[in-house]
């Protein structure tokens, strides 16, 4: 019999109030592995846990924020516990191999303790003020009830990186996570839920945290349009971050937005080559190339060109896929059905409308025991033109669109020439050209000599143009999203002064 989980809504576990539910199955071993049946959430459910986190709010931002880090430094604690347990669990549930997945808690765990510290210091500012025996100050104040909707990719470092400062802050959460990966999901609140208790005792808030399962068109929307919900935090697809921009936004809440990418590495004639090569294999098929600042594009110097494919496709086709929590696995299969039939369909679009030149991949893997899974064979695309939908579009997994360049000026136009700007990477030893590139590249992570991916948990995270709205997540940024400017003038002067008009 396969697991029941239930939403958690003011402290108790319960049902949706419908009653429906869905199944959970492992990407590699779909007809075998079932992982739960979850509660598929009405509107309903979401207005009683906007409710509660509602009232929760109001004890919840007079709890000191010190006291509230020391919280998180339990949840950071109980994570690093059942860290293996947890990767375990995210790799069955959505199939990137267990180092990865080891990965995806450490930076939940590394942000659990950031936020902990960071509970003692929120630092405000105070300034001078204008006039005599008078004080300015300012201080960060919370918001209130937060709403969080979170992708499949990063089952848990992505809903910590929301959830931990916002709690820190003093705001408090109804969270939605991605229908693929509901157990991680639950793991996580279960874990906040339990820290709330040991360490406030029988000062105890429930609603603080809350988990509503379900369809985004239903409970993701009933969030975003929620007039008691203050502020909407969305990691996803463009599409419907522009939908949540529409109708959050519509409403005046305070809207962070982390969306798609189309990064890309370039490769100089200068570059360590064999150093270029690890990273694009790590860049492009890790995770199965399901990341938002997966390498999709390589944009490879033309004295290079032919040599860097060639190793680059003998690696790649000794790449060996399988069930990510089986040790010699280096690639896991797509996400679900539909994931791996959408990068098929543009593998297609590659062939037929863009008649670019596909050099492996490009099929089903279904050998032996991968046909109990949604595996794709890694896949390259050479001599793909700038403006090609291969090279504009995200894909989302293990497809690589090679494009020649021919200088360093070349190399970041190509770059810089699609709608999206979260990651890059360029791999030279001519330090003129690396500064050059950190300087012109328009996108909110560039990495030298390194691959597109491996962003750290106190540095800033986010992107340019229509890979968000500006805000960024991660380090000591992403508490200006969670938190409101609070400024207090205190006159101690015993009369009436009037800036601006009395000193001038
Ligand atoms: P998605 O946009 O389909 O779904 C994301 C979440 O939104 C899910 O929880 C889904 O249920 C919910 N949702 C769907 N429709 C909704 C609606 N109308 N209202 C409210 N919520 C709704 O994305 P996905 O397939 O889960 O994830 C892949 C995408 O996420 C890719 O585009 C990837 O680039 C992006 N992503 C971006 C970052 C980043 O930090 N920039 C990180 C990881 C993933």
Not at 109 to 128: K, Q, V
Not at 426 to 431: A, P
Request: charged share 25%; hydrophobic share 40%; with cysteine.
């Amino acid at each position: 019999m396969a697991e029941k989980f239930k939403n958690l809504i003011n402290g108790v576990w319960k049902d949706s109030t419908e009653g429906n539910t869905f199944e959970n199955r492992n990407p590699a071993k779909w007809n075998e592995d079932i992982i739960g049946i979850f509660p598929s959430s009405t509107k309903e459910d979401v207005d009683e846990a906007v409710a509660a986190a509602k009232a929760a709010f109001e004890k919840w931002r007079l709890i000191p924020a010190p006291k509230r880090g020391d919280i998180l430094k339990v949840v950071g604690d109980r994570m690093s516990e059942r860290k293996d347990e947890i990767a375990f669990e995210m790799t069955r549930e959505m199939g990137k191999v267990f180092a990865e997945t080891k990965g995806d808690v450490q930076e939940g765990i590394d942000t659990a303790y950031y936020a902990a510290s960071e509970g003692r210091r929120l630092f405000g500012y105070n300034a001078p003020s204008e006039l005599q025996n008078k004080m300015n100050l300012s201080f960060r104040v919370p918001i209130g009830v937060g709403g969080f909707i979170t992708p499949w990719n990063f089952p848990m470092a992505i809903p910590t990186w929301k959830i931990f400062p916002a709690l820190v802050c003093g705001n408090t959460c109804v969270f939605k996570p991605a229908e693929l990966t509901p157990k991680t999901a639950a793991t996580l609140i279960e874990i906040i839920e339990a820290s709330i208790k040991e360490v406030l005792g029988k000062e105890y808030i429930p609603g603080v945290v809350n988990i509503v399962h379900g369809k985004g068109r239903i409970v993701g929307e009933a969030i975003i349009s929620h007039p008691d919900v203050d502020l909407i935090s969305f990691t996803g697809s463009t599409l419907v971050g522009k939908r949540i921009n529409e109708v959050a936004g519509g409403d005046l809440k305070r809207v962070s937005l982390e969306l798609g990418g189309k990064n890309a590495q370039i490769v100089m004639n200068d570059a360590d080559t064999e150093l270029a090569l690890e990273a694009v294999l790590w860049g492009a098929f890790g995770t199965t190339g399901q990341r938002c600042t997966a390498t999709s594009r390589l944009i490879l110097h033309k004295d290079i060109y032919d040599d860097f494919i060639k190793r680059l496709t003998e690696k790649v086709n000794k790449l060996k896929l399988g069930y990510g929590n089986e040790p010699e696995t280096q690639i896991g299969p797509c996400v679900s059905e539909s994931q791996r039939q959408s990068v098929h369909d543009y593998v297609k679009i590659g062939l037929e409308e863009d008649k670019a030149n596909m050099i492996c991949g490009g099929e089903f893997a279904t050998d032996g025991e991968l046909s109990d899974g949604w595996f794709y064979k890694p896949t390259i695309f050479a001599d793909v033109k700038p403006g090609m939908r291969i090279e504009q579009e995200e894909i989302f997994g293990p497809v690589l669109s090679v494009i020649k360049c021919s200088d360093l000026d070349d190399a970041i136009r190509i770059l810089n020439g699609t709608k999206y700007g979260l990651s890059s990477s360029i791999f030279t030893k001519n330090v003129n050209d690396a500064f050059k590139a950190i300087r012109d590249i328009k996108a909110g992570i560039t990495y030298v000599n390194g691959a597109t991916i491996g962003a750290e948990a106190h540095m800033p995270f986010g992107g340019v143009k229509q890979t968000g709205n500006g805000h960024r997540e991660g380090g000591w940024t992403v508490y200006d999203f969670y938190t409101e400017w609070k400024v207090v003038y205190i006159d101690y002067s015993g009369k009436l002064q009037r800036a601006q008009i009395d000193n001038y």
